[in-house]
Structure formats: C-alpha cells, structure tokens
C-alpha cells in the first residue's frame, strides 16, 4: 500500500476550476468560489506577497482540520499494519517480543512526535496568516493615513492661501477705515461750524421771537377789547333774535284767530248759502201753489221774489265784504309773519357769524398764548 504524502489532497478529481485558466478567475483552494480581488496600492498595481489560496479564514480553518485528519489517518494505518505484523509473528516468533515491544514504543514515539510536529506546523501557519492579516491591515492603514496626510496637506495649502488673501482684505479694510476716518474727521469739522453758526442764528432768532411775543401780548389785549365789544354786540343780536321771536309767535298767535274767524266766515257763508236755498225751495213751493191760488199769490210771489233778490244781493254783498277783509288782513298777517321770519334768520345768521368770529378769536387768542411759550422753549433748547 503506497503512502500518501501528509499534505496532500483528497485522491480523485478536483471539481474547482484550474486557477491557471486565465478565462477563469482565481478560486479558492477548499470550496472552488471565487477569491476576493486583491489588494492594491495607490497606484492601482497589487501590494506585494504571497497571493491567498482561501476565499476567506473558514475555508482556511476548514483545510486546515482536513490536513490534519489525513495525517492522523495515515499514522492510523501505519500503527494497524505495525499492530497486525507483530499480532502474526508473535505466536512463533516470541523472541521478537521485546523487538516488537520495543518498536511498538518507537512507533507510538514517532506518532507522538509527527502529531508534536504537524500541531507545531499548524501553529506556525496559524500564526503566519495572522501576521498576514495584521500586515495587510497595517498596509491599509498605511495607505489611509498616506491618504490623510495628501488631504491634510491640500488643505493646509488652501488654508495658506485663504490667509494670504485675508491678510490682503484687511490690508484693504485698513486703508479703507482710515480713509474713511479722515472723511468723518472734516465732517465733524464743518458740523462743528454748522452747530456755531445754528446757535448764532438761534440767539438771534430768539431776539426776534422776544419781539414777536411783546407784539403779540399787544395782539391778544386788542383781541380781547374786540372781543368783549363782539361779545355785547352778540347780546343784542340775541335780545332782538328774541324780541323777533316773540313777535313772530304774537303774529302767529294773530294768524290763528284770523284763520279761525275765516273759518267762522266761511260757515257763516254757507249758513246763507243754505238760508237761500231754503228760500228758493219755498219759492218753488210757491210756484206750484201759484196755481191753485194765482192770484192771491201772485202779490205774495211778486214779494217773495223781491225778498229772495234782496237777501241774494245782501247775502253776496256781505260775503264779499267779509270776505275781502277777511282776505286783506290775513294778506297783511301773512306778509308781518313772513317779515318777521326774515328779520328772525337773519339775526340768527348774524348770531351764528358772531359766534363763529367769537370761535376764531378765541382760537387765535389761544394759539398767540402758546406762542410764547414755544418761543421760550425753543430759546432753552438752544441754549
């Protein structure tokens, strides 16, 4: 029976593709998927070292356990075959017990010592994956940090540059500032003249104020000397408003009874008119009596007629008498009360003229009494 080197792989066909195959990219030794890409630099080359068989640390761990499974198989079969030799030989051969004894010591040494070796071995692969992982960890950083110190680096450069160039705005801001404070220096200058040259004009406007009030208070004495004459003058507007009034209401009064009287006129009037009209049916009475008794009625008619023409005449004669007066002095009466109404609107149009003009002198009385002391105000203020 032929041995099997320690490390070698399951016998029969391997079903992951040939990592040489340059169609196929690079599998992994245990499970046949694919291997992540490798590392690169900044340079976009692959970092430097021994390329990785294993897609990952299982697949790694997993061909590992199986490496050791085929070791301790094949000292297994070592020790069978040594076990079924010295089983064989030991019933006629027992001086080779001790031999046998003793190789059976120095094989379970050998076992002893391949397992020492192969766990030793594994340790020693255990610990080179280790340190290279932690070197391409320590690449990685590397990069990163050489990244970093790229990107520190431009942004000092900018940040220089941002210096420099607020270094020259606040150059500029300075001249500026100064420029601009030797502009507010000759401002304060001419407004230090202008405030001089305002107090001179306020002392001497105040001067004139002084004078404006003395003409004033003269003002206000004539305005109430007027005033106190508007005043009586306005009293005797409103005595005669009154005594018009009073008139007005007597003629009025007057109207009334003339209006009455009429009335009692017009019903005088058709008392006659009614009296007549009674005559007139006694005469047409007398008519239809006229002729049954013709002639002893036609004297009485003849008379009847007569009387009936003259209460007719006096009848309308005094009723146009009446009348006529009646009319006349309610025209008269009419044309008093229509008089005294006009003499009564315009003493109150007089009245309301005198209290408004009273309105306004007292307005401009008030106004020439403040103005004094705004005028002193204003001097204070100056002052």
Known sequence: MPDDPPNAEPHGPSTAPDMTD??????????????????????????????????????????????????????????????????TARPGLSELTAVL???????????????????????????????????????????RAHRQALAAERAAQQKRLESERRLED????????????????????????????????????????IDQRDTALRSVDELRAAQLVQAKQLEAVRRALAEARAACDTHTARLTLV???????????????????????????????????RAQAEQAAAEARGEIHNLRADADRQLALITAAHQAELAALRASAQDARVRAERAEAQADAAELQRQVLARQLHDLRAEPDISSAAAGGQT
């Open 22 to 87: 340059p169609e196929v990219g690079p599998v992994c030794a245990f499970c046949g998927g694919p291997m992540p890409p490798a590392a690169l630099d900044e340079h976009g080359h692959r970092k430097a070292g021994r390329p990785a068989r294993y897609c990952r640390k299982a697949c790694a761990d997993a061909a590992s356990r199986a490496r050791r499974q085929r070791q301790a198989a094949t000292i297994s079969a070592h020790l069978a075959a040594a076990t079924q030799l010295s089983d």
């Open 101 to 143: 004894t003793e190789l059976t010591r120095q094989l379970e040494q050998a076992q002893n010592g391949a397992l020492a070796e192969v766990e030793a071995a594994e340790e020693e692969a255990a610990e080179a994956r280790n340190f290279a992982e932690a070197a391409e960890q320590r690449a990685t950083q590397a990069e």
């Open 170 to 209: 606040t150059r500029t801001d300075a001249e500026r500032t100064r420029t601009e404070a030797w502009q507010q220096v000759a401002e304060h200058e001419a407004a230090r003249g202008r405030a001089e040259a305002a107090r001179d004009a306020a002392l001497s406007a105040r001067a004139d104020l």
């Open 259 to 293: 209006e009455q009287a009429l009335t009692e006129t017009v019903a005088d009037k058709e008392m006659l008119r009614e009296q007549v009209s009674a005559a007139l049916v006694r005469a047409e009475t007398a008519e239809t009596e006229r002729d049954r008794a």
